[in-house]
């Protein structure tokens, strides 16, 4: 680090490769920060493995004590998370609340949607920000509906009904059209137009349900989409058919080099081609529209190159594990944060997180300590539940974030960088990146590796001293 500082102050490194190489090592060093709680107000009894633990205040906190199907976070400010829960409640927290990132701390509330005729039915499946501020909200849930929330006032802006249970939507970061693309039950891709509140357009073609959704962050009229037939179809949502590809595994070439792009400029495509032999509940792209990542059933992560639909052959091994009947989220670093070429993947492998190389698919750190493997609620009216825990959501936590970026700036005022996980088992977890220790901190390393040192020659001594008396002696 001396090394490094020296050769940024006398120039031989820039400014801009000087921060990445500071953010790339902060992106490599994410651990469990259990320090942050978040406490939604219902009291219980919890109860891991079967057991129930004890009655202090510390183990008998919810975020959702029905548990957290849903995160969002604004990437403005990296301030406000909005939650949603199994049992169709919605919460605002503040993260700006904790002026000490070293201190333990548990946030609270600051809103939330109480029960009505207005609200969801059924749980959430998806909540995000509106594009361009962090004034308000889109969820959707199983009860059929997208709805539209003040996030200030935390009260309901509109409704649109689309008759059919809602797995997921996406807003594109970058357009002015103001399209909410709503993946549902139905093997059609609905547009819901915020401004005339009306579905005004269906994307047809899949053989299933929609479990994905994502918008370039690049093209303000390109989506693409997933579904259970385990294709993944890109559209142009300005063309009359739409539908301008199709991802295939086995196409390693891209569109040139496989003869699929004619000389006219048209696209053939080959109607069995898919990107899994199993359904796809997870997309995303790159914050610079360079690449698009899928994943299925079949516990596979790929990387596509978005300009020729080339699949990149990164392999991510078999540790992968995605089971769940419902959208994934994932996301990738922010571009700038590391080299190019360099971005890390965050993935959400049940229960831990994967960040891994997007381009080698080798994994890079294991985030562990998602709480107990089945977990339930002794609640103040007896009635008990149980779970079988896995997360359900990951959202990265930036600031700065605009024309399609997740935040280039890690963390907010208060913390170097985070990510929060959603569990079912009714918490949210925070991940931290971990700083350089303090001198006191290197000071107590130092005399811990003394101790050890110590420790091992007195051993040896002992050890010496048996063989050569032939009885044991020790030294204190």
């Known amino acids: 680090m001396n090394q490094l500082l020296l050769e940024r102050a006398t120039g031989a490194v820039g400014p801009n490769a000087f921060a990445r190489l500071q953010t790339t090592q902060l992106l490599r060093s994410f651990r469990p920060a259990p320090q942050y709680r978040f406490d939604g107000g219902e009291r219980?009894?919890?109860?891991?493995?079967?057991?129930?633990?004890?009655?202090?205040?510390?183990?008998s906190i919810w975020a959702h004590q029905a548990g957290v199907s849903a995160l969002a976070l604004e990437r403005f400010d990296g301030r406000i998370l909005v939650s949603g829960g199994s049992d169709a409640s919605i919460k605002l927290w503040d993260l700006e609340q904790c002026g000490n990132s070293s201190s333990p701390y548990t946030f609270t509330p600051v809103g939330g949607i109480r029960s009505s005729a207005q609200t969801h039915k059924f749980g959430i499946t998806h909540l995000s920000f509106y594009p361009f501020d962090s004034a308000a909200f889109i969820s959707t849930s199983y009860d059929q509906t997208l709805k539209l929330w003040s996030t200030d006032e935390a009260k309901l802006s509109a409704?649109?009904?689309?008759?059919?249970?809602?797995?997921?939507?996406a807003i594109s970061p970058i357009a002015s059209h103001l399209l909410v693309a709503c993946g549902t039950q139905h093997p059609a891709v609905r547009l819901v137009d915020l401004r005339s509140g009306s579905s005004i357009q269906s994307l047809t073609?899949?053989?299933?349900?929609?479990?994905?959704?994502?918008?370039?962050?690049?093209?303000?009229?390109?989506?693409?989409?997933?579904?259970?037939?385990?294709?993944?179809?890109?559209?142009?949502?300005?063309?009359?058919?739409?539908?301008?590809?199709?991802?295939?595994?086995?196409?390693?070439?891209?569109?040139?080099?496989?003869?699929?792009?004619?000389?006219?400029?048209?696209?053939?495509?080959?109607?069995?081609?898919?990107?899994?032999?199993?359904?796809?509940?997870?997309?995303?792209?790159t914050d610079d529209g360079g690449y698009i990542v899928s994943a299925g059933h079949d516990n596979r992560i790929r990387v596509w190159d978005a300009a020729t639909g080339r699949n990149t052959l990164a392999s991510f091994g078999p540790s992968i594990?995605?089971?769940?009947?419902?959208?994934?989220?994932?996301?990738?670093?922010?571009?700038?944060?590391?080299?190019?070429?360099?971005?890390?993947?965050?993935?959400?492998?049940?229960?831990?997180?994967?960040?891994?190389?997007?381009?080698?698919?080798?994994?890079?750190t294991r985030l562990r300590g998602t709480g107990a493997a089945v977990s339930g609620v002794r609640s103040s009216k007896k009635s008990e539940r149980s779970v079988r825990n896995r997360i359900s959501?990951?959202?990265?936590?930036?600031?700065?974030?605009?024309?399609?970026?997740?935040?280039?700036?890690?963390?907010?005022t208060n913390m170097p960088g985070a990510v929060f996980s959603a569990h079912l088992d009714g918490q949210i977890r925070a991940w931290t990146p971990q700083l350089d220790g303090t001198d006191e901190a290197e000071d107590d390393d130092f005399m811990a590796e003394v101790g050890g040192e110590k420790s091992k020659k007195r051993k040896v001594l002992n050890d010496v001293y048996k063989s050569l008396m032939g009885q044991k002696i020790t030294f204190t």
Not at 398 to 410: E, I, L, Q
Request: proline share 3%; with cysteine; net charge negative.
């Open 393 to 412: 959501g990951i959202v990265w936590r930036g600031a700065g974030g605009g024309g399609g970026s997740n935040g280039v700036v890690m963390g907010g």
């Open 44 to 59: 219980g009894i919890a109860i891991h493995d079967g057991e129930a633990s004890s009655s202090d205040a510390a183990s």
């Open 159 to 169: 409704s649109f009904s689309l008759g059919s249970k809602i797995y997921t939507h």
């Open 205 to 285: 073609g899949h053989g299933g349900a929609i479990l994905a959704a994502t918008w370039s962050p690049r093209h303000e009229h390109v989506l693409a989409t997933g579904s259970v037939d385990g294709t993944v179809r890109i559209w142009d949502i300005r063309r009359a058919g739409a539908l301008i590809g199709m991802l295939d595994h086995e196409d390693s070439l891209g569109l040139y080099y496989n003869g699929l792009l004619g000389k006219d400029g048209k696209v053939k495509m080959r109607a069995s081609a898919k990107a899994h032999v199993a359904p796809v509940n997870g997309l995303t792209w």
């Open 321 to 364: 594990r995605n089971t769940q009947l419902a959208s994934v989220n994932m996301f990738t670093s922010p571009v700038g944060l590391t080299h190019p070429g360099r971005e890390l993947l965050f993935w959400p492998n049940e229960t831990e997180i994967l960040v891994c190389d997007l381009h080698d698919g080798h994994i890079i």
